[in-house]
């Protein structure tokens, strides 16, 4: 059951108690609420619709109305493959952090890109869609068996049983090959939604704030108007640094296509995606993000010009 459940794993926090929330909200941009706290406080709610109205006033397709878990503290918030937005008064990595408003609206916009971009792959590249699907349904099931052994493990034993043999049954189809490919949707899902927080924010440098700001290091990483070459250790997150700089350089500031033409901009940004990653997974010999970082950028960036 490991390989599927990463979720769980990221986002550490309480969970007794959880609710359906009684808070007004739009059901275009959320379908449910999950309020894990007790404070009855619709202020995180009301504070993120407007980043998800805003975002997909400039998404070219809509992806769907997501569900809201509201947690007291989380060690960082996250969007499931199966369209579960995980948010927290608080976060902990190191320690503790309230952050400040502006904070979390990069952090919810880079979350909800993420949604958008499974949206976008599972309908327009057929090379990946099924992965996507085996991940999202991994993701739900790897959820509910979790409610239901809190819920009461004795009465639903038979119900959590069922969904584990479910789960096993996709374990059973991860190979190889569906372990490459997910690691190499990581860095374009993580760029993309990097791109989007930017766009929201008009600001190419919030995401690397907002990191440093819940305790991540202060070494550039993930900032489009860094010129820094510092050695950094090579993950997902910033593997496509070239790319983000390359983005700000020839479609960023004040005049440039990704602020003030963001539609336009994120349908070539997810054509140029679609068409990198086609390549890229029908290259059996690029199997690590760290070994092929420089070729990863390349490909991405020859089919942006």
């Known amino acids: 059951m490991k390989f599927l459940i990463t979720i769980s794993l990221l986002l550490i926090s309480y969970t007794s108690n959880a609710k359906t929330s009684y808070c007004s909200y739009n059901p275009r941009v959320v379908k449910k609420i999950i309020d894990h706290t007790d404070s009855g406080d619709c202020f995180l709610l009301n504070s993120i619709i407007p980043v998800m109205e805003e975002i ?29 937005l995980y948010i927290g008064h608080k976060y902990r990595i190191q320690r503790f952090v309230i952050p400040a408003m502006e904070t979390r609206e990069t952090l919810w916009a880079h979350e909800y890109a993420h949604h958008y971009f499974n949206f976008y792959m599972q309908k327009n590249l057929e090379s990946v869609s099924q992965y996507i699907a085996l991940f999202s349904r991994g993701a739900t099931l790897s959820r509910e068996i979790d409610e239901l052994l809190e819920k009461d493990e004795e009465k639903f034993s038979d119900l959590i049983d069922e969904k584990e043999r479910e789960f096993d049954l996709l374990e059973g189809k991860i190979n190889d090959e569906t372990i490459r490919v997910k690691s190499l949707l990581g860095p374009f899902s993580e760029l993309l939604a990097d791109v989007v927080a930017v766009m929201f924010t008009h600001d190419p440098s919030s995401v690397a704030r907002a990191r440093v700001e819940l305790g991540g290091k202060d070494d550039h990483s993930r900032d489009f108007a860094s010129h820094n070459e510092k050695d950094i250790r090579i993950s997902a997150h910033n593997v496509l640094d070239p790319t983000r700089r390359y983005i700000w350089e020839n479609f960023g500031g004040d005049n440039g296509m990704m602020l003030e033409n963001k539609k336009e901009f994120i349908s070539k940004l997810m054509i140029a995606i679609k068409k990198a990653l086609a390549e890229i997974i029908e290259n059996k010999e690029i199997n690590s993000i760290h070994e092929h970082s420089k070729e990863l950028n390349n490909i991405l960036v020859s089919h942006l010009k």
Do not use: C, K, S
């Open 56 to 84: 997909n006033d400039f998404l070219p397709e809509h992806p769907g109305a997501v569900t809201v878990q509201i947690h007291p503290w989380l060690r960082v918030p996250g969007m499931g493959l199966d369209g579960y």
